[in-house]
């Protein structure tokens, strides 16, 4: 009982001292990285890696509940060479938020031909004054599109677990 009461008094000072951000900051520029891995099975002649770690770079405009993120992911050596994705984001939430998007995949030295889509969820908690810290989840779907290479034609339904820090303005 004695370890449940000192448990419960843990976590009620952890989620007061990380509060999540209730601030009234409009724009934040940020960056990260994430560890994405991807759900189905590479076909067994490939020698790409089925998960790995990733950057990205955001902006994020909020003046309301909603907001809109543009984000750029750079993934690298992902099926063989780098592959950046950029895409768009509507979510609404100022501490914990949801969002949803689109994007494209970029590599072989051309966009994709069909778009991903990805769905987010995760937590924004505001360290000092303007200064912020995301944990978040995010699931892209879509099939690959071809990039001139009809070996990459397969499903790469990935997860992404990541993390950034970003500056309000």
């Known amino acids: 009982m004695r370890e449940q009461r000192l448990l419960g008094i843990g976590l009620l000072t952890l989620m007061v001292l990380a509060r999540p951000s209730l601030g009234d900051v409009v724009h934040r520029l940020g960056a990260g990285a994430t560890y994405w891995v991807s759900i189905?099975?590479?076909p067994e002649n490939k020698e790409w890696k089925r998960s790995q770690v990733g950057y990205l770079v955001s902006y994020q405009y909020q003046p309301t509940?909603?907001?809109?993120?543009?984000?750029?992911?750079?993934?690298?050596?992902?099926?063989?060479?780098?592959?950046?994705?950029?895409?768009?984001?509507?979510?609404?939430?100022?501490?914990?938020?949801?969002?949803?998007?689109?994007?494209?995949?970029?590599?072989?030295?051309?966009?994709?031909?069909?778009?991903?889509?990805?769905?987010?969820?995760?937590?924004?908690?505001e360290l000092l004054p303007n200064l912020y810290v995301e944990l978040s989840a995010q699931y892209r779907f879509r099939e690959w599109a071809d990039l001139e290479d009809e070996e990459k034609d397969f499903d790469t339904d990935t997860v992404f677990l990541g993390g950034a820090v970003r500056l309000g303005f």
């Open 40 to 42: 189905k099975e590479i």
């Open 65 to 125: 509940l909603f907001g809109l993120e543009l984000a750029v992911d750079i993934l690298p050596d992902r099926f063989g060479e780098n592959t950046y994705s950029p895409h768009a984001m509507v979510f609404v939430g100022r501490g914990f938020f949801v969002a949803g998007g689109i994007g494209l995949a970029y590599a072989d030295s051309s966009f994709a031909d069909q778009p991903f889509y990805l769905v987010k969820g995760g937590v924004n908690w």
